[in-house]
C-alpha cells in the first residue's frame, strides 16, 4: 500500500460548476473545483507517487485554477467517463495509483463508501483521442486510504496493487471509471498540475489534468533523442531523460534512421500578424526578412536572402526568415513581398512551440489597427443587459476589437457591444476567436431597453473562429455578445487579448413581407421574404403602418369566436388562414403552427368535454383552455387521444374531458397543431 499526503496553506476558494452549463451546487453533472479569485481559505495538498512509478501525474495543486474534480462513473444520475494522457513508459504496468471522492447525489451530495466500489480501468492507444484499446477492460476492487478532507468529504487514495496481465503500453490514454454499484456511489476524479491538459470528460477537453501514477519495474529503453528545435541527435540515449527535456524519443532507433529527421518535424510557427504555418524549426522565421539576422530589415539582407533562396544558408540564422509571404518554404515566390518589406512593409515576428504541435496552440493575436475592450480584469463595464444599470461596449461596422475574459465556474466575464451608426437595412457577419471555449451572440433588441431581445448564437473551441451572418435587417438596437461558454475555469489576462471579435456590415434594401397567412408583418429583404413564403409588399415599405391584410376574427384572444351560453356547440373551419400566437405544452414543445381562438362564458358552474375528435378533422392538432387571459399556463390541454375519418394515420387528434368551468369567468380555447400542422378541424364542446 502506497498513498501518502502533505499539506501547506494555501488561500483559494470552493465551489461546484457544471458541466457545460452552470449548475448549482447539488447538480448531479458537478464538477468539484476552485475559482482563482475566490477568498475563502482551504489547504494546499500534496500526494506524491511512489518511487517505482513509470509514469506520473501526482495530486498536488499549488497554482491557481485551484482544485477540481470530475465525474467518471456509472451512475444513474448521471454516467460519465473521463480519460488522461501519459507517455514515456518504460516498463510493464503493474499497479497503478489514483485520487478523488466517492459521492452519491440524491437532491444534494453525500458522502458514500468507497468499499463498494469496483472499476473499469482501460488503457487506449494514443492519438488526438483515446484511439483503439491497447490493454483491458480491467475489472478491479481497489484498496483505498483517507488521505484528507475537502469540501466536506474524504478524499481517497485508490490503489491497484497488482493488475494482471501487466500493460506495455509505452503512451496514450487512460480511462478509469466507477461501476454501477447498490449504493449509487460514483467516483470523482481528482485533477493534477502535471500533465498535457488533454484529459477528457466524455469528449469535452477539460483544460486540466487528472490525477493518477502508472507503476512497475523501470526497463530501461534506448534508442535516437532528437532536439527538433536544434536539429540536434543522439544515439542510444535512455528514453526518460530524454523526453525529460522536452526531446523527440524513437525506441530502438538510429539518429540516421529517424523519421521525420531531426530537426525536420512540423511544428505551429505562430506569427504576431495572427498567421501559423506547421514548418520545422529552421523554416520559422524569428524576423520575416531579416535574413542575415542582424535584429533589422533593410538592404543588407539582400545578399543572404539571395543565397537561401539558392539553396544556401547563413550559420546560425533560419532560413525560415525568408519565407516572407509564410507560406511553408523560403523560394522565388517570396521575392514580391520582400521587396515588399524593404520598402517599409510591416514585417511579422515569429515563435516556434516545438515539434508537434499545432496552430491552436498559437497566442491569441490583437491585430494592428482593432480597438481595445478596456474592461480592467474582473470589472464589469460593458456588461450590457445582464448589469445594472445597463452598461455598453461600442462597435461600428467594419471594426476589430480585442478583449478579455475569465470563467470560475460559477460567475463569468461576458461583454456587451451595441452597435453604432446604422443607418439602414444590411446583412451583418460576425466572427470571433478566443483563447477559451467561444460563445459568440448576435443580439436584436427593438425596445432597446432588454426587455424582448432574441439572437443568434455560434461556438468555437479554443482558438477556433465562430461565425454568424444574419439575413437582410433593418436599422436597429443590436449588440456583439461575447463571452466564455462553462466548460472549464480560466483567469483573466490584463496584458494579453483573450479574444477578437470583427463585425462586418454589408448594405442591402428590406421592405415589408407579410406572414402568417399575410396578417403579420416583418421587416426584412426580398429574398428571405420569398424564402418563408411571405408576400413581399415592395422595396422600402414599412411594417408601421401594418399593411398586411387584417387578422380575421378568431386569431387572436383579442378578437376570438364567441360561443353561446347553451351548449353542446359545434364549429368547423381551417387553421391555415390564421397566425401562430399561441402554444402550450402538452407534453411537446411544438410551438409554430397556426391557431384559431373561441371565448366561452358559462352562465353556471358546468363540466364539459372539449373535443376535436370527429370526421371532418384532418390534421395533427393540439387543444388547450385559458382563464380569464391568453397567457400562463393553460388550465387544459391535450396532444394526442384519437384517430379520425379524415385522420386516420395515427391518434393524433386532441380531447379534453370533464373539464371543470366556473360562471364569472372567461374561457379561451385555442385550436392548434403539432408542429407545423394546419388544416380543417371539427370543434365540438357539450356538457357531460
Not at 478579455?404 to 446583412?427: E, K, M, P, Q
Not at 465562430?466 to 433593418?474: E, W, Y
Request: include cysteine.
Amino acid at each position: 500500500m502506497y498513498c501518502k499526503k502533505t499539506r501547506t496553506a494555501l488561500g483559494l476558494g470552493v465551489l461546484l460548476v457544471g458541466v457545460g452549463t452552470v449548475l448549482a451546487a447539488t447538480g448531479p453533472d458537478a464538477i468539484l473545483g476552485v475559482p482563482s479569485h475566490s477568498g475563502r481559505v482551504v489547504t494546499e495538498r500534496s500526494w506524491p507517487c511512489p518511487p517505482d512509478t513509470l509514469y506520473g501525474q501526482e495530486s498536488r495543486q499549488s497554482t491557481d485554477p485551484g482544485w477540481g474534480a470530475y465525474p467518471s462513473a456509472q451512475v444513474t444520475w448521471g454516467t460519465h467517463q473521463c480519460y488522461d494522457t501519459f507517455d514515456g513508459v518504460s516498463g510493464a504496468i503493474a499497479d497503478l495509483h489514483w485520487w478523488g471522492m466517492s459521492l452519491v447525489h440524491a437532491g444534494d451530495w453525500l458522502a458514500c463508501d468507497p468499499a463498494g466500489l469496483t472499476f473499469q480501468v482501460t488503457f487506449y492507444s494514443p492519438g488526438s483521442t483515446p484511439g483503439a484499446v491497447f490493454c483491458g477492460p480491467y475489472t478491479v476492487t481497489p484498496t483505498f486510504t483517507v488521505v484528507d478532507h475537502v469540501l466536506g468529504f474524504d478524499v481517497y487514495c485508490f490503489e491497484v496493487p497488482s493488475l494482471s496481465p501487466t500493460c506495455g503500453a509505452v503512451a496514450g490514454w487512460v480511462s478509469i471509471q466507477s461501476l454501477p454499484n447498490p449504493l449509487d456511489c460514483g467516483f470523482l476524479w481528482f485533477n493534477s498540475e502535471t500533465g498535457a491538459l488533454a484529459a477528457l470528460l466524455d469528449s469535452t477537453p477539460l483544460s486540466d489534468n487528472l490525477a493518477f501514477c502508472l507503476t512497475g519495474e523501470h526497463i530501461p529503453i534506448y534508442g535516437a533523442c532528437c532536439n527538433d528545435a536544434v536539429s540536434e541527435c543522439q544515439d542510444n540515449l535512455e528514453m526518460q531523460p530524454c523526453l525529460q527535456v522536452g526531446a523527440r524519443f524513437a525506441p530502438n532507433t538510429s539518429c540516421a534512421e529517424l523519421q521525420p529527421p531531426c530537426g525536420e518535424l512540423p511544428g505551429a510557427c505562430c506569427y504576431d500578424d495572427g498567421v501559423c504555418v506547421q514548418v520545422p524549426a529552421r523554416l520559422c522565421g524569428c524576423r520575416l526578412g531579416d535574413a542575415n539576422c542582424d535584429g533589422r530589415v533593410d538592404f543588407d539582407d539582400i545578399n543572404a536572402f539571395v543565397a537561401v533562396l539558392s539553396g544556401g544558408s547563413l550559420p546560425g540564422c533560419p532560413p525560415g526568415n525568408c519565407d516572407v509571404n509564410t507560406d511553408g518554404s523560403a523560394d522565388f515566390n517570396d521575392i514580391d513581398t520582400f521587396v515588399a518589406i524593404l520598402g517599409g512593409a510591416p514585417a511579422a515576428l515569429g515563435i516556434y512551440l516545438g515539434g508537434g504541435t499545432d496552430c491552436s496552440a498559437c497566442p491569441m493575436v490583437c491585430l494592428p489597427g482593432s480597438s481595445q475592450e478596456n474592461e480592467p480584469c474582473y470589472t464589469a463595464t460593458n456588461g450590457g443587459c445582464s448589469s445594472a444599470p445597463h452598461v455598453f461596449g461600442h462597435i461600428t461596422c467594419g471594426e476589430t476589437i480585442c478583449g478579455t475574459s475569465y470563467c470560475d465556474g460559477a460567475t463569468r466575464d461576458t461583454d456587451w457591444f451595441i452597435v453604432d451608426g446604422l443607418t439602414g437595412a444590411n446583412i451583418f457577419t460576425i466572427t470571433a476567436e478566443a483563447s477559451f471555449d467561444l460563445q459568440l451572440l448576435f443580439i436584436r433588441d427593438p425596445g432597446g431597453d432588454c426587455a424582448t431581445y432574441t439572437y443568434l448564437l455560434a461556438t468555437a473551441l479554443p482558438n477556433a473562429v465562430a461565425t454568424i451572418t444574419t439575413s437582410g435587417l433593418p436599422a436597429d438596437f443590436y449588440y456583439v455578445w461575447v463571452g466564455p461558454q462553462f466548460t472549464s475555469s480560466f483567469g483573466c489576462t490584463d496584458s494579453v487579448p483573450q479574444y477578437w471579435v470583427h463585425l462586418a456590415c454589408l448594405p442591402t434594401t428590406t421592405g415589408a413581407c407579410c406572414i402568417h397567412a399575410c396578417h403579420d408583418c416583418i421587416q426584412t429583404t426580398e429574398a428571405d421574404c420569398m424564402a418563408i413564403g411571405g408576400h413581399w409588399m415592395g422595396a422600402n415599405v414599412s411594417c408601421d403602418p401594418n399593411p398586411c391584410l387584417p387578422a380575421p376574427q378568431g386569431d387572436t384572444c383579442e378578437d376570438p369566436y364567441v360561443i353561446p351560453p347553451l351548449l353542446p356547440f359545434d364549429a368547423t373551419g381551417n387553421t391555415c388562414m390564421f397566425a401562430n400566437d399561441y402554444d402550450a405544452v402538452c407534453p411537446y414543445n411544438t410551438p409554430h403552427a397556426p391557431d384559431t381562438v373561441y371565448r366561452f362564458t358559462p352562465s353556471a358552474d358546468e363540466l364539459v368535454d372539449i373535443t376535436l375528435c370527429l370526421d371532418e378533422t384532418m390534421y395533427d392538432t393540439k387543444a388547450y383552455v385559458f382563464e380569464d387571459t391568453c397567457s400562463g399556463t393553460p388550465i387544459a390541454c391535450n396532444d394526442d387521444f384519437c384517430m379520425t375519418a379524415g385522420y386516420p394515420q395515427y391518434p393524433f387528434v386532441s380531447k379534453i374531458e370533464g373539464l371543470l368551468l366556473n360562471t364569472g369567468h372567461d374561457y379561451y380555447i385555442v385550436v392548434d397543431g403539432y408542429g407545423t400542422e394546419c388544416g380543417t378541424y371539427h370543434l365540438r364542446i357539450a356538457a357531460e
